[in-house]
Protein backbone atom coordinates (compact mmCIF):
# COMPACT_ATOMS: atom_id res chain seq x y z
CA UNK A 1 0.00 0.00 0.00
CA UNK A 2 1.24 3.36 -1.32
CA UNK A 3 1.63 6.47 1.50
CA UNK A 4 -1.36 8.35 0.92
CA UNK A 5 -3.48 4.99 0.58
CA UNK A 6 -1.79 4.07 4.08
CA UNK A 7 -3.13 7.90 5.43
CA UNK A 8 -6.26 7.48 3.66
CA UNK A 9 -6.99 4.46 5.78
CA UNK A 10 -5.74 5.60 8.84
CA UNK A 11 -7.60 9.01 8.05
CA UNK A 12 -11.14 6.69 8.36
CA UNK A 13 -9.87 4.45 11.08
CA UNK A 14 -9.71 7.60 13.37
CA UNK A 15 -12.50 9.26 11.56
CA UNK A 16 -14.76 6.57 12.66
CA UNK A 17 -13.46 6.26 16.51
CA UNK A 18 -13.54 9.81 16.79
CA UNK A 19 -17.73 9.19 15.57
CA UNK A 20 -17.77 6.70 18.42
CA UNK A 21 -16.38 8.79 21.17
CA UNK A 22 -18.43 12.05 19.56
CA UNK A 23 -22.25 9.65 19.73
CA UNK A 24 -21.50 9.34 23.77
CA UNK A 25 -23.13 12.15 25.64
CA UNK A 26 -20.74 14.42 27.07
CA UNK A 27 -22.03 14.01 29.99
CA UNK A 28 -21.50 10.11 30.07
CA UNK A 29 -17.68 10.75 28.67
CA UNK A 30 -17.74 13.15 31.16
CA UNK A 31 -18.49 10.73 33.96
CA UNK A 32 -16.67 7.65 32.35
CA UNK A 33 -13.60 9.93 32.13
CA UNK A 34 -13.73 10.51 35.98
CA UNK A 35 -14.13 7.31 36.78
CA UNK A 36 -10.88 6.08 35.11
CA UNK A 37 -9.12 9.19 36.81
CA UNK A 38 -10.32 7.67 40.34
CA UNK A 39 -8.58 4.84 39.73
CA UNK A 40 -5.61 6.15 38.21
CA UNK A 41 -5.01 7.30 41.55
CA UNK A 42 -5.87 4.20 43.26
CA UNK A 43 -3.57 2.35 41.42
CA UNK A 44 -0.80 5.30 42.44
CA UNK A 45 -0.14 6.33 38.56
CA UNK A 46 1.56 9.42 38.47
CA UNK A 47 -0.73 12.36 38.20
CA UNK A 48 1.36 13.98 35.32
CA UNK A 49 0.75 11.12 33.50
CA UNK A 50 -2.87 10.75 34.02
CA UNK A 51 -3.01 12.65 30.86
CA UNK A 52 -1.90 10.19 28.69
CA UNK A 53 -4.38 7.64 29.31
CA UNK A 54 -7.44 10.12 29.59
CA UNK A 55 -6.20 12.06 26.17
CA UNK A 56 -6.43 8.17 24.32
CA UNK A 57 -9.64 7.53 25.91
CA UNK A 58 -11.01 10.74 24.52
CA UNK A 59 -10.00 9.59 20.91
CA UNK A 60 -9.85 6.10 21.11
CA UNK A 61 -13.40 4.20 22.07
CA UNK A 62 -11.52 0.72 22.48
CA UNK A 63 -9.56 2.30 24.58
CA UNK A 64 -11.73 3.44 26.76
CA UNK A 65 -13.90 0.12 27.19
CA UNK A 66 -10.46 -1.34 28.01
CA UNK A 67 -9.88 1.47 30.73
CA UNK A 68 -13.00 1.93 31.84
CA UNK A 69 -13.22 -2.27 32.49
CA UNK A 70 -10.52 -2.19 34.67
CA UNK A 71 -11.42 1.01 36.63
CA UNK A 72 -15.18 0.04 37.47
CA UNK A 73 -13.90 -3.79 38.41
CA UNK A 74 -11.00 -2.45 41.05
CA UNK A 75 -13.21 0.18 42.13
CA UNK A 76 -16.26 -2.38 43.02
CA UNK A 77 -13.24 -4.58 44.70
CA UNK A 78 -12.41 -1.71 46.98
CA UNK A 79 -15.81 -0.99 47.71
CA UNK A 80 -16.83 -4.07 48.14
CA UNK A 81 -14.16 -5.42 50.48
CA UNK A 82 -13.00 -2.39 52.28
CA UNK A 83 -16.54 -1.84 53.77
Given at each position: ??????E??????????????????????????????????????????HH????????????????????????????????
Open positions: MDRPAQFARTEIVSSSQDLIRSKSSKDLANDLKIIRVWLFQIGEPEEDLVIDKCKTDPEALSYFLHYARESLFKAICYNT
